[in-house]
């Protein structure tokens, strides 16, 4: 044990002779890759899948970066992913019309190993976390009122009610999968400019949700508001529920609405990073 000790302290004291540590800053954008279904889109016509992924969108990262020689380091960022808005529901009927979008606000962190083909070409390959976020929910309804509907609440038939709500997602402990391959071109001794292709494979299995703004007016058909806050967060429709959890199984007959099956939302992408990057002084070599 103690030889083993003793060797690898060896390694370690060699390859620190040349170690070299660098910071990095960088943004981007990044698509969908094998995109899941989301959700549907429907018309007098038919119904149509949308798919997609709520890893798309804009991402910034800062990232240190430990090389123990000219080709090996290790690598950790943190990263922050304003996610592109994915259709989840959009309904366009007669008497009915759905507007239901959905987009991810989150943070990440990934440990990486770095290699350099030569002083411009690197890969890294590593682990992805999320450590916060949500994926946020924005929805828009519009529903005639039946002649029963528009007597109870003494409105004119042709009336409709006009609802706007914002639900919250939370999900669990997530691991996922990190590899890029990148360009950097050197301006002086401390700085560099880089490019990179970036793929994230990574799943998010939800835990929780939460609604977090409600509001229903009453419309008359000229479009004035005959009544504003029917329904809010501290009065919602008989029904509906502000949390909901996410559980893998319900017993036989449940009537809790406040439990649903849980499912997993993709949040896999590809993505073309820009930044720069500071190197700091790099140690100078002993000779032994």
Do not use: W
């Not at 290790?74 to 996610?83: F, I, K, N, P």
């Amino acid at each position: 044990m103690k030889q083993t000790i003793v060797i690898l302290a060896a390694l370690l004291l060699s390859t620190t002779s040349y170690a070299q540590f660098q910071v990095s800053a960088s943004g981007g954008y990044a698509i969908g890759s094998a995109g899941m279904k989301l959700g549907e889109t429907l018309t007098v016509n038919g119904i149509e899948n949308s798919y997609g992924s709520y890893g798309e969108g804009l991402n910034a990262q800062l990232r240190g970066t430990y090389f123990f020689n000219d080709s090996f380091g290790v690598d950790l960022s943190l990263g922050y992913l304003h996610g592109s808005d994915q259709t989840v529901s959009k309904v366009t009927l007669p008497f009915t019309e759905v507007d239901a979008i959905a987009r991810a606000r989150a943070f990440g962190a990934a440990a990486s190993i770095v290699y350099k083909f030569n002083p411009n070409v690197y890969g890294r390959i590593g682990a992805l976390v999320k450590l916060g976020g949500k994926t946020e929910a924005v929805v828009q309804q519009q529903a005639d009122f039946t002649q029963a509907e528009a007597d109870a609440i003494g409105v004119p038939l042709g009336s409709y009610s006009e609802t706007n709500y914002v639900e919250d997602f939370h999900g669990q402990f997530p691991l996922g999968f990190v590899a890029a391959l990148g360009y950097e071109y050197p301006i002086d001794t401390n700085f560099s400019v880089f490019a990179e292709a970036e793929y994230y494979g990574i799943s998010l299995k939800r835990k929780d949700s939460e609604i977090t703004e409600f509001n229903t007016n009453v419309v008359l058909p000229d479009g004035t508001v005959a009544v504003e806050g029917l329904y809010t967060l501290n009065n919602l429709p008989q029904g509906t529920n502000r949390t909901t959890t996410y559980v893998d199984e319900l017993p036989a007959g449940n009537t809790d609405t406040s439990k649903q099956l849980a499912v997993k939302v993709p949040y896999s992408s590809f993505g073309i990073n820009f930044g720069v990057i500071y190197k700091f002084k790099k140690a100078a070599a002993t000779t032994r």
